[in-house]
Every structure is written in structure tokens, then in C-alpha cells.
């Protein structure tokens, strides 16, 4: 499976279709009212007109019930639910089997334990999309801008593609990707320039960035060989 870039948290033409320009791989939507990317139904509907098979739209959801996911898959015919909350094994293989769609479970990390979880949801979700644990105190999931320990996927090894998410930006991902050897990367807030506002500039650079340092990292396993 191919390298995936993923702008998540879009929320205007313009800023989606600066993505879909610069060659994002995955779009995604937040639905999710405490999140200042949070998007409406109509909002989700128009904008995901605009994707028209360019990329895959991922619809994110905390803890959603099954009306709220129905009407998001009816609205939206997301191409990926990315289960960003405290669903269970059981609740991401139920989601799963009632709509059809390929979930990508999140897993929240701050220390070596957090990835004790792994085998269970790995065997009922299509990816897995590592980010950084939310502080105590937070309104919301997701490691608010701030990047984990890279070093504790060094190695990992997993049955289904995962992707790094967590306080990246154009100016680390490449780092990033040489430590924990993803296979994709998904940025929000470090392509912002306030919270929820996306900047046409800074998706650019990071998806660029991205890439390079995905050919970085082929080239340098060939010429390992």
C-alpha cells in the first residue's frame, strides 16, 4: 500500500481544494462539536461533492451513536470512519459490520503500555492512527498540537497499515517518518494559523515535505539492499 498524506480537520473549498491540489492522499472531516474544526451536515455534504473520488474522505467521530454515524454515512458516504474516541474492540467490529465502512481506529500514546491495546483493535479495524495522548485536563481528544515519543513504534509491527499523527508539521514530519517508518501521516492543527483555520501555504509545504521524506526513506532502503 502506497504512502498516505491525510489533512484532517478541513473545513473550506478553498483549504480542500488546496489539499486536493497538492496531491493529499486522504481529506478529512470532523464531527465532533467541541472541536473548533467541527463541520455541519450541510457543510460535510458540499464540500464532500468537491472531493469526487481525488482523495478518500474520512468522516472523524468521538464516541458517536449509531443515529449520529448514520447520518454522516448518509450525508457524507465517507470512504473511512476514523473512530477517535474510547470505542472498544467490540464497538469498532459493530461499527464496522453496521455500515460497511473501513474504520480506522485511533490510539492515543504517551508510553510503551498505551500500545498494549494493539492486537485487539487490530484485528477489527483496517488502519490504525497512532496520535498523541490528550492532556488530563482536555476538552477533547488528540494530542492538541504536541508530538509522542516516536521511538515507541521503532520496529512495530502490525498487520495492517498504520499511520503517525500528533503535533506534526512541515518542519518535523520528516523526522518522523524516519523513526517510526509509517505508512502515512495525518496533520490538523500544524497546518493552522489559529485553531481551525487552515493555511493554504502550510498544507503545501507539509504535503511536500511528507513526500520527500517518503522517497528519502525508499531510497534509502534500495540502497541498503
Do not use: Y
Amino acid at each position: 500500500m502506497s504512502f498516505a498524506v491525510k489533512i484532517c480537520g478541513l473545513s473550506t473549498r478553498e483549504t480542500l481544494e488546496a489539499a486536493l491540489e497538492a496531491g493529499a492522499d486522504m481529506v478529512g472531516f470532523v464531527f465532533f462539536e467541541a472541536s473548533p474544526r467541527h463541520v455541519s451536515l450541510g457543510t460535510a455534504r458540499d464540500l464532500g461533492q468537491i472531493v469526487k473520488g481525488r482523495a478518500l474522505k474520512v468522516a472523524l467521530t468521538v464516541d458517536a451513536d449509531d443515529a449520529t454515524l448514520a447520518n454522516i454515512a448518509e450525508t457524507l458516504q465517507p470512504d473511512v470512519l476514523q473512530l477517535h474516541g474510547n470505542e472498544s474492540v467490540s464497538r469498532v467490529r459493530d461499527i464496522k459490520r453496521t455500515f460497511g465502512v473501513p474504520a480506522m481506529k485511533v490510539v492515543a500514546v504517551s508510553t510503551a503500555q498505551d500500545l498494549d491495546v494493539l492486537p485487539g483493535f487490530a484485528a477489527v479495524s483496517d488502519r490504525i492512527l497512532f496520535d498523541a495522548r490528550a492532556p488530563k485536563d482536555a476538552t477533547r481528544p488528540g494530542g492538541l498540537g504536541v508530538p509522542f515519543d516516536w521511538n515507541l513504534l521503532k520496529n512495530l509491527m502490525l498487520d495492517i497499515p498504520f499511520m503517525l499523527s500528533g503535533g506534526l508539521t512541515a518542519a518535523n514530519v520528516a523526522e518522523a517518518i524516519r523513526i517510526a517508518r509509517p505508512g502515512g501521516v495525518d496533520v490538523s492543527s500544524g497546518v493552522e494559523s489559529a485553531p481551525g483555520v487552515k493555511d493554504i501555504g502550510m498544507i503545501r509545504d507539509f504535503i511536500r515535505a511528507a513526500r520527500e521524506a517518503d522517497a528519502a526513506k525508499l531510497n534509502q532502503k534500495v540502497t541498503s539492499v
